[in-house]
């Protein structure tokens, strides 16, 4: 089953918040329903974002363009359009998706629909490539066999619309080569998309891997456990400086010091041009009741006050390696910081 479809003028999907243990499907009709399923990450993955945004302007192209005023109903799609965007503002695909969509409006609900449908297959096709493309690059940088990997969060396919994700989309292209003793999973505090997520992705497939609280990482990397570090994106600057899940710019520099490839995956729609570095990009600061609880139940006071910024930025210089479906883009820096520790 993909991650993200279309059926009967709906959007089908897996709800992640449900995962490991209960694998419940939706079936999103509305785009409020989509926004909410966006915000509680229900929907989640800067690839599956994209793909939900322009499945949500056709939600709205149908919803308002069978009005009798058209003016009206294209103006009222683009205000469900603009809500559907700015409901996560990190992941620059959220808002691509949207706009891919809203270009077709004028040509109506269909033509809306063909557009989101096109981008759900060319998502498929740009992660499967980008996925060989840093199976080739982690090979070309790691000489020991068998690899012993270190992903965060989840880039898996329940990241993009389809079949394959990015960054573990790579481990799963290593895997089918033979080439991967095992995987580190970092937990990933406080949504545990990688205890979640990633485990229950990396068990269905049978590939080797050990789950670690994210404090740990750095010590692994002390002990000699990883040969390089593989994580997704969110948005990607000109600059080459990487915004992900909370805890990537700890990676990238514990990374860093112990001379580990850090190798950042993601469609080329992840890569926002317009943005020239890191520091402008939009950092989601989500609830503080995540940080005070564990999956709802509370582990501090409700008094405490917490930050919860859902992602960070990892300079270009700490990224060995941000591999698309379409090139390599290597940071000399990166390259001669790096020695073996
Ligand atoms: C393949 S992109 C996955 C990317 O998105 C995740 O964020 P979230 O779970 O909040 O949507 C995380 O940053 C992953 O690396």
Redesign the pocket.
Known sequence: MRTLDWEDGAVVTIDQCALPHQEITLRVRTVDELIDAIKR?AI????A?GIAGAFGVAIAARTHLSDADRPLGEAAARADAERLASA?PT?VNLRWGVEQALASLGDGPDAVLATALRLMDEDDRMNHQATVNAADVIVGLCPDRPLRLLT????GAL??AGLR???LGAVFELAERGLVEFVIVDETRP?L?GARLTAWELGRAGIPHRLSVDSAAASLMARGLVDCVV????RITANGDVA??IG?YGLAVSAAYHGIPMVVV?PES?VDEQLKDGALIEVEERDADEVRQVLGMPVAPEATEAFNP??DVTPAELVTAVVTEARVMRSEKAAAGRTAR
Do not use: E, I
């Open positions: 990450l989640r993955g800067a690839p974002l996560r992941a965060h969060c989840n880039a990241a993009t994700g990015t960054a949504l998309q994580v997704g994106a969110d992900n899940k990537t993601a992840t859902a992602f």
